[in-house]
Each structure stands twice: as C-alpha cells, then as structure tokens.
C-alpha cells in the first residue's frame, strides 16, 4: 500500500468514525435530517455503530487487507444507502453530503487500498 493510500484511508476511517460519534452524541446537525428523512430512532444507534465499525474496519485493513476491503463495501453500500433515503425525502440539497463522506472510502479503493 503506497503512503498516499494510508492517509486517504486513515481519513477515510476519521471521517467516518467522527460521522458514526456524530450520531451517538445525538448532534443536531445529524439527528434533524434523519428525523426529517424519516429514519425511525430506534436504528439511529445501529446506524452510528456501523459508521464505527467500518471506520475501525479500514484502520484494522491496513494490517489484515480482507477486513479493510469488507469494511470499505460496507461503508460505501451504507453511504449509497444515505443517499437513496435522502433522496426518497426529495431533501435534494443534502445529498452531497453521505458523498463526501464516501468519497475517501472510494479513493482509498481506487488508490490501491487493500495493499
């Protein structure tokens, strides 16, 4: 794995961990849109925790490549499911945003991520 491919994954790990620590703090910025989308509360806490465990996924993937590559899938098939929900919530303006969070995860694929 080059060392641009570790920092793009690293980053990928951090901003997906900070996103799934976003929810279990219950931020503003990240429980209004679920609420508004219609994600029912009671998986707002499935949600953040596989936002966690992808993000440590990647982190553990720079040791054991298999579970970096399963953690990369995972995370992209969670941020295009993102984006379909906020979509069907025709909330049309915030869905840049799971694809900046997802964007990393894809360059870290693209980079040569696993080694």
Known sequence: MTTTATVVT???????????????????????PLAEYGVPRKIWNLLGLAKAAGAVGLLV???????GLLAAIGLIAYF??????VVRARAYAHAPFPL????????????????
């Open 10 to 32: 690293v980053v990928a790990a951090v901003m997906a961990g900070f996103s799934g620590a976003s929810i279990f703090a219950k931020a503003k910025f990240v429980v209004e």
């Open 61 to 67: 993937g720079l040791a054991v490549p298999i579970i």
């Open 80 to 85: 295009a499911g993102a984006v379909i929900t």
């Open 100 to 115: 900046v969070y997802m964007a990393p995860v894809v360059a870290a694929l693209a980079l040569g991520f696993p080694g």
